[in-house]
């Protein structure tokens, strides 16, 4: 099951990030009384680590309708195979495609700027729409802009080789964000999300473990069991200093806490510098903790020992760093198309993701293995996200 598998890795919300963020490279939110500039970005996306492996191309355009509308659309295909510690541990390998359809459009009436979008997301066993509506108003001079936004979204969820499961689920994201410039060299923006998820939440493929002295490993698998509601809400605070050079400085600090018992907490530092006019270099520090679910357990005393039941390694103690490297080139003039502004972009990210009480199980399989249940080692691993993309504007 593609999407469901990579969340134990890069969930949607952080590869979306990963990905789309950056086709600003300064990425505060844009002021509410400009329309987005009319471009196209060619995206290929690779991700590396954990035993999976996902890669795909991606194309996103954006055309306006003279002063007050914009359209866009946006195609993106996820191509996934591996096998994850989870699947060695009780599947096997997979290899499977998720494609992402996206249109939007813009309106702008003086000062105020209307968004809608929709998105389709459809694998063999989980099929995702969400439709999303924002509304962006710039106050005090344009130093000032206050934008809220909507989203609703409903998922259908198959297992494969099971024709009588079938399962759904719906997500609802309330967003409010305030930009203000500071200085002439200085912008912020207060975020504030919430969110709610009704139905089923959990993958219909994961287990949990539990004490079992009767088999050799001495314990035994069965299925998770998750609250069908969960309520979340996040506060983040993120800035952009201009440097001398036209270098910059963008820090971020956001903390999360839902009702599941989950809190967790990022820190990302981000500097810029143009080495001349058509390069620019881009370096990045991102560190994430988090304090797992209430109903997590790496190993539960017997069968069905708790209401609620999980061993999903996304809803453990873990921590997770990230350096990341990124190069934009502006191609000259002869070489671009459509106008003269097209530039290659290329962007790396080492994470390094080290869970504190998910156990690596696989030391069972190997023959000098003596541990017991609950002493294997914790579970920790590497992983490489490059995108490169092409950007010419028209």
């Known amino acids: 099951m593609a999407v469901t598998e990579l969340r134990s890795y890069l969930t949607p919300a952080r590869l979306r990030n990963l990905l789309t963020g950056l086709l600003v490279v300064l990425c505060l939110p844009a002021q509410a009384a400009v329309l987005p500039e009319e471009r196209v970005d060619s995206l290929y996306h690779s991700y590396d680590g954990g035993g999976v492996t996902i890669d795909g191309p991606s194309i996103l355009v954006r055309k306006n309708i003279g002063e007050t509308v914009s359209l866009s659309a946006n195609y993106y295909v996820d191509m996934i195979s591996g096998a994850s510690i989870d699947v060695e541990a009780t599947a096997s390998a997979y290899s499977e495609e998720r494609k992402e359809y996206s249109l939007g459009a813009d309106y702008l009436v003086d000062k105020t700027r209307l968004s809608v979008g929709y998105t389709n997301s459809n694998e063999d066993d989980y099929q995702a729409e969400t439709t999303s509506f924002s509304v962006s108003q710039d106050f005090f001079g344009d130093l000032s802009t206050l934008s809220m936004r909507v989203s609703f979204g409903n998922d259908d969820v198959g297992r ?165 490297l990124g190069v934009t080139y502006r191609l000259p003039g002869n070489w671009s198309l459509l106008s003269d502004r097209n530039t290659i972009n ?49």
Do not use: C
């Not at 305030?178 to 912020?188: D, G, I, R, Y």
């Not at 000098?368 to 002493?375: C, D, K, V």
């Open 160 to 324: 494969n080789g099971d024709e009588n499961f079938a399962a759904e689920a719906t997500h609802r994201r309330y967003g409010l964000t305030w930009n203000q410039v500071l200085t002439p060299k200085l912008m912020a923006a207060l975020s504030i999300e919430t969110v709610s998820d009704e139905g089923f939440l959990n993958n219909p493929y994961r287990s949990v473990r539990y004490l079992d002295p009767t088999v050799e490993k001495g314990f035994s698998y069965e299925p998770e069991l998750y609250p069908t509601t969960r309520n979340s809400d996040a506060l983040a605070l993120r800035a952009i200093y201009r440097l001398p050079y036209r270098a910059a400085l963008k820090g971020e600090a956001r903390t999360y806490a839902d009702s599941w018992g989950i809190s967790a907490r990022n820190f990302e530092l981000r500097y810029t510098h143009p080495l001349r006019e058509s390069l620019l270099l881009e370096a990045k520090l991102r560190q994430y903790q988090q304090n797992g679910a209430d109903f997590y357990s790496d190993l539960f005393d017997y069968s069905e020992a708790t209401n609620f039941r999980a061993r999903d390694k996304e809803l453990s103690d873990y921590t997770t760093s990230t350096l990341g």
């Open 346 to 394: 290329l962007y790396w990210d080492y994470m390094m993701f080290d869970y504190d009480n998910f156990s690596d199980v696989r030391v069972h399989e190997r023959e000098t293995n003596t541990l017991g249940a609950g002493e294997e080692p914790s579970y920790k691993f590497a992983s490489n996200v490059i995108r490169l993309y092409w950007s010419l504007w028209f």
